[in-house]
């Protein structure tokens, strides 16, 4: 994070920061602060800048003292830092007008040997222009442990949206791919389900026949109109993936143990990603059509098999899928003719940043930018609040947390959050989330924009509640 994203927006700081004013102040006080609260040891091979930031530029030289609290390591043989600590503390010297202020964390037991070392740095004292006030994110955790929380920013990938981006929360890591790679989703669970791609508006149609080769782009031309999203027309959600998440809601009907039931698809391939730069405000994530295929899908005992040809193919590929059950799906693309990593392991991820296909109320599926999934298949659960009296963000606690307001569709966060006609933040909107292994997270977002008013740059804040 930049000083400039921070200068002139104190006040959006200090809510991200947890700080309040205090009336001992004649104005508000110099923060320093640990940009993230926690930190996995194992994601640092070799060494990490550890960042602070500060409320406003600094008008004048200083200094931030920071301690160092290990656990079950050493420093000099399971850690160093750069500058070098003495008494378990060392000191981090800043300038006036400086934009940024770190320390180098160099991790000496790579590989390691035992997983229960801990780390913790904590800001001591601030020496700046008679301020002695520590407030907000004061701590920074390295451990294997759960991560306590901090401020992510995915990378979408600007107004083009060419990403979606897997964060796992407990872990505080990203997993982002091209939204274009990939085409079919096979379900790794009991059902026998086969999911598209809603990422790059993709779409399905069923053709009662069981014979590829029987399907041209002459047989369905008329079908062709119909299989596609935003046609305003409500009957298009028959040709979408259900937007909550229910794998039991695809487009394409439960794959039968009869051969026979297994009918044909008219695959609408959507748009590979966008590469305009649109206006400032705007995005742009749809360029050329990825055209048409036609599909088969047949049950096996270990999976799947896909048959799938161009609509005017007198042949057709033929490739088995097989069940991953570590996975949520096994990703294929019909381009590269394929399996594609896509989504990390099932448990391993929480929440999604994407492009989306969703319902418009009245008219059908339809494409959604800025959109947040988080991982129902898996069985993380949401809930959505909206901050209105004493209960804000800020003051939610664990004891607060009610497991009947969790909703059984993956679209809690969704767009909720944002509105993109007037740009603006719904400041108030939190969400609860609970993870695989019973952790509690508050998540709020931040951010869709650059401050320059550039879409596709999302930022959002968590905390571990415990």
Known sequence: MKLTKITGILALFLLILGCEK?????????VVAFLEQSVDYSSIPDTKNIEL?????PATDGSVTIEINASNAEYGVDFETLPEANNSQFELPFQAGEQQLSFVFKNLIYPFDRENKNIEFRISSIQYDGYTSIQGYSNCLISFDTSLGGILEPN????????AVFVDLSTATMTEVQRDTWDLSFYCGEENRV??????YMAAGIIDETNLNAVNSQTVADYQQEVAIGTFDPANENFIDAPNGHINQTAIAEISENDEDNKVYLVNMGYEVGTNQPPVGSVEVIGDSRGWKKIRILKKPQGYLLQYADLDDTSFQEVEITKNPEYNFVHYSMVTHQEVSVEPKKDQWDIAFTVYTNINEGAGSYGFSDFVIHNLKAGVQAYALSGNGDLNYQNFQLANVDDSQFVNDQRVIGASWRDVLSGAMFDTMYYILKDLDGNYYKIKMLAFKKDSGERGYPKFEYRLLN
């Open 156 to 163: 979408t990938g600007g107004p083009n949206e060419q990403n």
């Open 22 to 30: 205090e009336e001992t102040f004649e104005q508000e006080p110099f």
């Open 53 to 57: 930031v500060f409320s406003e530029v």
């Open 195 to 200: 999911a598209i791609n809603g990422t790059v």
